[in-house]
């Protein structure tokens, strides 16, 4: 009878073993502290002297038959190689989100102050017709590189852009995005710099948040991933430092 104990046992442990490869498939989402370059802190604004320009409605040419409304700030002097920043807004705003100095604790005071001090031009926009943006902004400004950020809806579109169009873009920053992916594959479309911020309380956008920075992680693409501990999905919005994010895509403009 002992001799016929291993026989049965078999059929078993093929079958664990078979569960276990399928399981081994499945994406598996890392850990926060396995993405984060460096463990959370938050940022002090008491260093940011708030002055900007005022911002300029225009609107753009439509190519998909949608009326776009931008704004748009310029610096005192535009440099022949300030980069151009194009910032979309969440589904509860539009062009005028990115320049409230008020919305989310001064989030767009703080950066309208920075990009006002680095030279940069920047652009908010109502949809995400990006490809008669760049035409409107390159025949205004010349070529130039475009940053694409935003939030909520607004990361996801900037993110999905860049994804189909990685050549026209020299970073993303994106907080809180609100991208449908389970397959973070997609990502290793992004070559460009990635900064994201999203809220540990936030879970299925860190968990897709997390992915992406996964990706970018193995395939050495530059990149910042900060989780707020305990944030919600508003919580990177009005954290953000976007200090320390405008110079780490800045780093790596050629």
């Not at 499945?26 to 708030?50: C, G, H, Q, W």
């Not at 969440?90 to 989100?97: F, I, L, S, V, Y």
């Not at 200090?243 to 895509?249: D, I, N, Q, S, T």
Request: hydrophobic share 40%.
């Amino acid at each position: 009878m002992d001799r016929e104990k291993p026989a049965a046992i078999l059929p078993l442990c093929l079958l664990l073993v078979a569960i276990f490869a399928s399981g081994c498939g499945k994406e598996i989402v890392p850990a926060a502290s396995e993405l984060m370059t460096e463990s959370y802190s938050r940022p002090d604004f008491s260093n940011i002297a708030i002055g900007y320009p005022d911002a300029k409605s225009f609107q753009m040419t439509a190519t998909r038959g949608q009326d776009q409304y931008c704004m748009v700030q310029e610096p005192a002097t535009i440099r022949p190689t300030a980069p151009i920043m194009i910032y979309m807004h969440g589904a509860d705003g539009d062009e005028t989100q990115g320049m409230d100095p008020e919305y989310a604790e001064g989030t767009f005071a703080r950066l309208r102050t920075l990009l006002a001090d680095r030279g940069w031009i920047y652009v908010t926009a109502r949809i995400d017709d990006f490809d008669g943006l760049r035409k409107d902004l390159e025949s205004k400004y010349g070529p130039r590189p475009i940053i694409l950020s935003g939030s909520s809806l607004g990361g996801k579109q900037s993110l999905m852009e860049a994804m189909a169009n990685p050549g026209e873009y020299a970073g993303v920053i994106a907080m809180c995005p609100a991208l449908p992916l389970t397959d973070a594959s997609p990502a290793k479309a992004l070559t460009m710099p990635v900064y994201i911020e999203s809220g540990e309380r936030d879970v299925l956008i860190a968990e897709v948040s997390r992915r992406i920075a996964g990706v970018l992680k193995r395939q050495g693409t530059p990149y910042i991933y900060i989780e707020i501990p305990e944030g919600t999905h508003r919580t990177p919005i009005e954290q953000i430092d976007w200090e320390r994010a405008l110079g780490f895509v800045e780093d790596h403009l050629s």
